[in-house]
Nanobody, 117 residues
Framework: QVQLVESGGGLVQPGGSLRLSCAAS????????MAWYRQAPGKERELVAS???????HYTDSVKGRFTISVDNAKNTVYLQMNSLKPEDTAVYYC???????????WGSGTLVTVSA
């Protein structure tokens, strides 16, 4: 069983930065696609960024050049560094893990990011 716990959300002004963390237990990053999703009020949940086996990254177009996903294997933690934040980045951000071999998937409970002046 994989457990994911997010932290690092909060209120930030436009143009500011935040780093989200996802502490993962029961998983080895080499066996998983780790991802961050977000869901804004009234909108569907969308994929923001993913990292496969701790190496290959993918970003949705709206965050390319601003967000960076990374993993720390020693700490079993996935990060999402968010720079140049915009009001439209306001959402609940969720950590997600999908096993490459059996397709089992897991969600964290989310952390709220609010970008506002």
């Amino acid at each position: 069983q994989v457990q994911l716990v997010e932290s690092g959300g909060g209120l930030v002004q436009p143009g500011g930065s935040l780093r989200l963390s996802c502490a993962a237990s029961g998983s080895t990053f080499s066996d998983y696609v780790m991802a961050w999703y977000r869901q804004a009020p009234g909108k569907e949940r969308e994929l923001v960024a993913s990292i496969t086996s701790g190496v290959a990254t993918h970003y949705t177009d709206s965050v390319k050049g601003r967000f960076t996903i990374s993993v720390d294997n020693a700490k079993n933690t996935v990060y999402l560094q968010m720079n140049s934040l915009k009001p439209e980045d306001t959402a609940v951000y969720y950590c997600h893990a999908r096993n490459l071999y059996n397709d089992m998937a897991y969600w964290g409970s989310g952390t709220l990011v609010t970008v506002s002046a």
